[in-house]
């Protein structure tokens, strides 16, 4: 079964650069969540999207920007990194609502590395 | 704002014994959804074991079950006949009902590390 990518997997910036990191969510899947998960720590959410409409916003500094295109694909955009920015980032989808669950199915995530 | 709490940073358990693993949560909702997430070495987010608030009944899937106290605010995990590639971080989670539009953010625990000692 098709899961949900994340690209790159691995990421090595300087201070003060910039980052993209991409989520491709499971084919028919029209909700995106993006998760910071410091090191030790446990996840924390940033954004989320529906329909390439951002629905709800979590702890994420005005220096990220995310949205999430017409093939349901999302960009986070990451500027002026800053060491603490050092952290894995999930994306999850979730499916048309079909069923109470509603499970969040997470990608692999991306580890930045922020030296 | 709702909250999750594991109280226990780290358990070890014997192969092939029992554990339980705490978690406590606070909402005003009367209706969520409680999640046990498992996260190994790989880092990857696995999903254990869920739990719908307005259900008595406790959830079980193989091995691993849990003990939902709704008035208590109380949802532990169990694991049963522990084997080796249990050993990870375990995230409890708690979401809102689903209302739909991308409203449904998971809220984590602090974790517990389960070691597996053979």
């Known amino acids: 079964a098709a899961g949900v990518i994340q690209s790159p997997r691995h990421l090595i910036k300087e201070k003060r650069e910039t980052a993209t990191l991409k989520c491709y969510p499971i084919?028919?899947?029209?909700?995106v969540y993006w998760y910071q998960q410091g090191p030790g720590q446990d996840p924390q959410f940033l954004i989320s999207f529906y329909e390439k409409m951002q629905s709800d916003k979590g702890s994420i500094p005005d220096r990220f920007s995310a949205q999430q295109f017409s093939d349901y694909h999302s960009e986070l955009n990451m500027s002026s990194l800053e060491l603490g920015d050092s952290a894995l980032y999930f994306c999850?989808?979730?499916?048309?609502?079909?069923?109470?669950?509603?499970?969040?199915?997470f990608g692999p995530g991306t580890r930045l590395t922020v030296l | 704002a709702q909250t999750v709490t594991q109280s226990q940073p780290e358990m070890s358990v014997q192969e092939a014994e029992t554990v339980t693993l705490s978690c406590t949560y606070d909402t005003s909702e009367s209706d969520y959804y409680l999640f046990w997430y498992k996260q190994p070495p790989s880092r990857q987010m696995i999903l254990v074991i869920r739990?719908?608030?307005?259900?008595?009944q406790n959830a079980t899937e193989n091995r691993f079950s849990v003990n939902f106290q709704k008035a208590a605010k109380s949802f532990s995990l169990k694991i049963s006949d522990s084997q080796l590639g249990d050993a990870a971080m375990y995230f409890c989670?708690?979401?809102?009902?689903?209302?739909?539009?991308?409203?449904?953010?998971?809220?984590f625990g602090t974790g517990t590390r389960l070691t597996i000692i053979p």
């Open positions: 999850a989808s979730s499916e048309p609502r079909t069923s109470s669950y509603n499970e969040q199915f």
């Open positions: 739990q719908e608030a307005y259900k008595q």
């Open positions: 084919p028919r899947h029209d909700t």
């Open positions: 989670a708690y979401r809102r009902p689903l209302l739909g539009f991308g409203n449904e953010k998971l809220t």
